[in-house]
């Protein structure tokens, strides 16, 4: 309901305006009235009317004095001039006022319904545009944080474009940023990203980066001053403001970084390898510190993980250039020809220690030079007729895992075991060894095909995994282990069926097997027949 308060010095025009017209079916309730300016005053600020209707001419305040108090005091408030005197200086006075309308005297009631319906509509619309700013501003407060990162990370990507307006934009997002101040950029980077953030699912990952985040910001606002925030997946970045009256800065910004590697290791079992970039004195030179932080952190790849690394660490000498040479490439190959695991071993150590002194483009070149060792590997298999059924699947494997390893040292202990697997087959292969592991196991499916006898347990017999016993057998012999066992096993059945006096649960357990339907189903897909039918053939 809206809330009207009439003003008129004449009782019988305050009662008529109250009595004579149906004000409830506008949506309106008289909350008050009033016999003068004055008076109407103290009531309109009790109540606080949407509608005031006042007379032009009062004794002690007058209409148009009451509603330049009102325009002061209660600017939403509407105001309706009413007015027994067809004079045209209150007129203009009025339309001063912006007031939404004039009457006169005697009130006509088809005029006075026009004018609210208008007061109404003016109303409603008003209220919409209310509503909608409100829903924009609460939209505003909740796309905050968002637009607060957004800001912060066109500072280190972009710097400062239009200084003369920064003051502005960090009051409106309510950031502690001056311009001209010391300030310091890290780089804080999760370890083994495919395990910690994208195996993940999507509402994990979004918990994940928020602990972080919280974690990083309370110690900021703890130790230094500054903001946090995430800005790519699996990397955050801390902008730090600098006290100049600090004895030690750098002393307090590598206890900060030591405090956040620690807590996000205790609280959220991640480890994260944190970059340091150098100092800068105003905001616009963030981009400088944060790509100097950057690439500290990617010095994870000569380094290791779960590191503080500053500039310092990236010092390089003139020698630290290093290309791989043909012959060592060469060298490799013969080893593996030869099957030398301990010469192939020797050179992958050699290598990888050239790689490791080389800063310059060292992550690219080291997955380059990895990729073409794996492809070689993959190539000898096939000149010599022993590579392995699914080569292809794997071969894109470990190309897609060679671009997941975060360190070199993690990229040399891939391809090395790659090449260590290629070794051993190419061994085998000359030495017979695969036919040999293949009798064993034959012999050992011939004489324990009555058991519950898994292929986990027959790996374990001959010394080999799983995978690469199956993958073995399969190739040698063109079936699986378990096709093989179960060939076996119905070999047997059909010999025990020609027997009258075993049962059919007898057979069907004396081969293995402990449910007599199952046993039923696999006999008839390898030999057309039932148990019972097949006796019944034989027989």
């Known amino acids: 309901m809206y809330k009207l308060v009439i003003v008129d010095d004449e009782p019988t025009v305050r009662n008529g305006l109250r009595s004579y017209f149906n004000w409830a079916s506008y949506g309106i309730e008289i909350a008050d009235e009033a016999d003068d300016g004055d008076v109407a005053l103290d009531v309109i600020a009790r109540v ?32 309706i001039f009413v007015s027994g005197h067809d004079d045209a200086d209150y007129l203009k006075s009025a339309l001063k006022l912006k007031a939404v309308d004039y009457i006169f005297k005697p009130v006509n009631l088809q005029e006075l319904d026009a004018v609210v319906k208008r007061v109404i509509g003016t109303l409603q619309e008003e209220e919409k545009e209310r509503k909608l700013i409100g829903d924009m501003q609460v939209k505003l407060v909740q796309s905050m944080p968002l637009l607060r990162e957004k800001f912060l990370m066109s500072l280190i990507r972009d710097g400062i474009s239009h200084p003369a307006r920064i003051r502005e934009r960090t009051e409106f997002l309510g950031l502690d940023l001056p311009l001209e101040a010391p300030y310091w950029a890290i780089a804080i980077q ?32 703890r130790d230094i001053g500054g903001y946090a925030f995430e800005h790519q997946m699996g990397e955050f970045v801390g902008i730090l403001r600098m006290n100049r009256d600090h004895p030690n800065e750098e002393e307090l910004l590598f206890t900060l970084a030591g405090q956040v590697r620690e807590s996000l290791d205790r609280y959220l079992k991640i480890s ?19 790509m100097q932080a950057k690439e500290a952190a990617d010095q994870r790849w000569f380094l290791g993980k779960n590191q503080i690394i500053s500039m310092d ?32 071993e020797a050179e992958l150590d050699g290598l990888y220690a050239s790689l490791a002194r080389n800063r310059r483009e060292g992550m690219a070149y ?18 010599l007729n022993a590579h392995e059924i699914d080569m292809e699947e794997r071969e894109t494997e470990l190309m897609a895992k060679v671009f997941q390893q975060e360190t070199l040292d993690e990229l ?26 293949i009798e064993r196991v034959h012999k050992l499916i011939g004489q324990r095909y009555a058991d519950n006898l898994q292929v986990g347990d027959i790996a374990k017999e001959v010394f080999l995994s799983v995978t690469y016993l199956c993958l073995l057998f399969k190739q040698e012999t063109g079936e699986t282990i378990n096709e093989y066992m179960t060939k076996v096993r119905v070999e047997k059945a059909k010999e025990l069926l020609k027997d009258p006096a075993h049962k059919f ?17 696999i006999f008839k897909k390898y030999t057309g027949f039932t148990p019972s039918s097949y006796r019944d053939y034989v027989l």
């Open 272 to 290: 994260v390898t944190i970059g340091v970039g150098e100092p800068i004195s105003n905001l616009g030179s963030l981009p400088q510190s944060y």
């Open 412 to 437: 040399k202990r891939l391809v090395e075991r790659f090449l260590l697997q290629v070794c051993q087959r190419i061994g085998e292969k000359r030495s017979g060894k695969s036919k040999n592991v």
């Open 505 to 521: 649960y007898e057979v069907c357990y004396a081969v293995g097997y402990s449910d007599p339907s199952y046993f039923s189903k």
């Open 48 to 79: 606080h009317p949407d509608i005031v209707i006042t007379d032009v001419r009062m004794p002690n305040m007058d209409g148009i004095q009451l509603a330049n108090r009102l325009r002061e005091r209660f600017p939403h408030t509407k105001i």
């Open 313 to 344: 660490n990236l010092e390089q000498d003139e020698d630290g250039f290093f290309r791989v040479d043909p012959a060592q490439s060469e060298t490799i190959l013969a080893a593996l020809r030869a099957a030398d695991a301990g010469k192939v």
């Open 366 to 383: 080291g997955r380059n030079v990895s990729l073409q060792l794996l492809l070689l590997a993959s190539r000898l298999l096939l000149e």
């Open 190 to 221: 999760i370890d083994n990203i495919a395990e910690a953030v994208e195996s993940r699912s999507a509402r994990d990952q979004q918990l994940l980066s928020y602990s972080v985040l919280n974690i990083v910001q309370e110690l900021i606002d």
